[in-house]
């Protein structure tokens, strides 16, 4: 079984470029959710894709957009980079849609905005 | 506004002693909460959880009490290893919800 994975690990990108972050989920998990975690901040809801459709977000401005593809992998955008989106972008893949059971969390990507 | 606090940024515990992680709530309508552990370089991995119809649950050398007057959840791990070194998150959501909402964690330090 093929737990979470998550690519690039490491990014450095200067403000106003834009980013595209990418997650496998675990196989059999048709729910894909996003986090962002600032240093020393416990991680904050971006957004959740169930079966290729967003069905919930956080706070975040649009600039922040997802995709879920068939096979159920996802990818995070963000556009117009500013230097507070640098943090330890989480993905985690569960098997339905609410949150009552555990997430499966891949090791998160850590973007760094100059 | 902070839903969910945990006030310990650190805790540090002789190995082999009970360790005691706490949590604070705001929004009384949580009604599912849950503990992860996070390692470096790793992602948050599930621990153990409640349900509010409860206050205490168990597995193995873990457990989760919760107080609902008081919105005060604790993780209790006992005997305390060093393998359980990590940071430790509480969070916490309602039925059926699609986001969990996190406290900043606690660092435990086990001690040899």
């Known amino acids: 079984e093929t737990g979470v994975t998550q690519s690039p690990t490491h990014l450095i990108k200067t403000r106003g470029q834009q980013v595209t972050l990418r997650c496998s989920s675990q196989s059999g998990h048709n729910t894909v959710s996003w986090y962002q975690q600032a240093l020393g901040q416990g991680p904050q809801f971006i957004f959740q894709?169930?079966?290729?459709?967003?069905?919930g977000r956080g706070n975040f401005p649009p600039r922040f957009s997802g995709l879920q593809f068939p096979n159920y992998s996802s990818e995070l955008n963000v556009n117009a980079l500013e230097l507070d989106d640098s943090a330890l972008y989480l993905c985690?893949?569960?098997?339905?849609?609410?949150?009552?059971?555990?997430?499966?969390f891949g090791e998160g990507s850590r973007l760094t905005v100059l | 506004d902070q839903q969910v606090k945990q006030n310990s940024p650190s805790l540090s515990v002789q190995e082999g002693r009970i360790s005691i992680l706490n949590c604070d709530y705001t929004?009384?309508?949580?009604?599912?909460f849950l503990w992860y552990k996070k390692y470096p370089a790793e992602g948050p991995t599930f621990l153990i959880s409640i349900s509010s119809i409860k206050d205490k649950n168990e597995d193995g050398r873990f457990t989760v009490f919760l107080n609902k007057s008081a919105k005060h959840l604790s993780l209790h791990i006992v005997p305390s290893q060093p393998g359980d070194s990590a940071v430790y998150f509480c969070?916490?959501?309602?039925?059926?919800?699609?986001?969990?909402?996190w406290g900043a964690g606690t660092k435990l330090i086990i001690k040899p």
């Open positions: 969070a916490a959501t309602f039925y059926s919800n699609y986001q969990l909402i």
């Open positions: 985690a893949s569960s098997p339905g849609q609410g949150v009552t059971g555990e997430l499966f």
């Open positions: 894709y169930y079966r290729e459709e967003e069905n």
């Open positions: 929004n009384s309508m949580f009604d599912y």
